[in-house]
C-alpha cells in the first residue's frame, strides 16, 4: 500500500477557519460521523489528529454534532515503530471504503465523512465542503438507552424506529484519550495525543422497515474512560445515515 508524503501540515487554527459556521440551521444538532484513518508511524498524521482532537473537543460548526472515531491502521507498523493502537480489521474497513469511494490505494491520514466523503486529513477546505455536504440529507434518529457499567461489563440498549431503508446497524468503543511517547519511526521521539481511539466495532443487526430495531447489548469495558458510539450504515460500508454516542466511565 502507498503511503503518500501528502500535504505540507498545516495550522489547526487555519483547518478550523475552513470549517464554514453556520453551515446547517443553528437549532438542528444532525449528528456528523468522522473517521480518521492514522498511524503513529506516519510523520504527515498528527496534524489531522490534532483536527480531530479540535472537532471533538470545540464542536466548531453550529448545528453539527461532530461524533469522531480514530482508527489506527496496521500497515505502517514495519517501519520502526508498532503502533500500540493499530488494528488490521481497521485496515480492511479503510479498504473497503477505498474500493467504494475509488480511491487508488489506502492512505494515511485520511477522513471519511457520513462514510460518503473522504479527503487527506488535514485540508480543511475539502473539510469544510464535507461538512456542508454531510448535513444536507436529515440523520435518521438512533438511540442509546440504559447504559451502565456493572462488574466489568457495559450494558446499553440501542433502538431505530421502523423506516422504509436498509441500513446496518453498529456499535463501536472507543477510549477518550490515549498517549504515546514514540521511540522509532517517522514520529521518533515525538509525543503524540489521541481522541476517541476505536477499540471495538461490531454489526449487531439490521434495520427492519416494519419492526425497526430493539436489542440489549453487553460489551467488555475499557479500563479508562470511553464512549459508546452506535450509527446507521448502508449495506456494503456505504453511506453513514445516523449516529449518536454516550460517554462510559469504567
Not at 454534532?65 to 480489521?89: A, M, N, R, T
Request: hydrophobic fraction near 45%.
Amino acid at each position: 500500500m502507498t503511503r503518500n508524503p501528502l500535504f505540507a501540515s498545516l495550522a489547526i487554527g487555519f483547518l478550523l477557519a475552513a470549517v464554514p459556521a453556520g453551515s446547517a440551521a443553528p437549532n438542528a444538532a444532525i449528528p456528523v460521523l468522522v473517521e480518521l484513518f492514522t498511524s503513529e508511524g506516519c510523520s504527515s498524521c498528527p496534524p489531522a489528529d490534532a483536527f480531530l482532537r479540535n472537532l471533538d473537543s470545540k464542536q466548531p460548526v453550529p448545528g453539527i454534532q461532530f461524533i469522531v472515531l480514530e482508527e489506527h491502521v496496521d500497515y505502517w507498523d514495519g517501519d520502526g515503530w508498532k503502533d500500540p493502537f493499530s488494528s488490521h480489521e481497521l485496515t480492511l474497513r479503510q479498504t473497503e471504503y477505498a474500493q467504494r469511494l475509488h480511491v487508488a490505494e489506502p492512505y494515511t491520514p485520511e477522513m471519511v465523512v457520513n462514510g460518503a466523503f473522504e479527503f487527506v486529513g488535514n485540508d480543511g477546505n475539502r473539510a469544510a465542503q464535507a461538512f456542508e455536504k454531510a448535513v444536507t440529507t436529515p440523520a435518521m434518529p438512533i438511540r442509546i438507552s440504559s447504559a451502565a457499567v456493572s462488574g466489568g461489563t457495559l450494558h446499553a440498549h440501542i433502538d431505530v424506529d421502523p423506516a422504509d431503508v436498509k441500513a446496518e446497524i453498529w456499535i463501536a468503543l472507543a477510549i477518550d484519550h490515549a498517549e504515546s511517547q514514540v521511540l522509532r519511526g517517522e514520529n521518533g521521539g515525538h509525543y503524540l495525543e489521541h481522541v476517541a481511539v476505536l477499540k471495538k466495532l461490531s454489526q449487531i443487526g439490521k434495520l427492519d422497515k416494519q419492526r425497526g430495531f430493539s436489542k440489549d447489548i453487553t460489551l467488555k469495558t475499557i479500563a479508562q474512560p470511553s464512549r459508546l458510539i452506535a450509527f446507521l450504515q448502508e449495506p456494503g460500508q456505504g453511506k453513514i445515515i445516523g449516529a449518536t454516542m454516550v460517554a462510559i466511565q469504567p
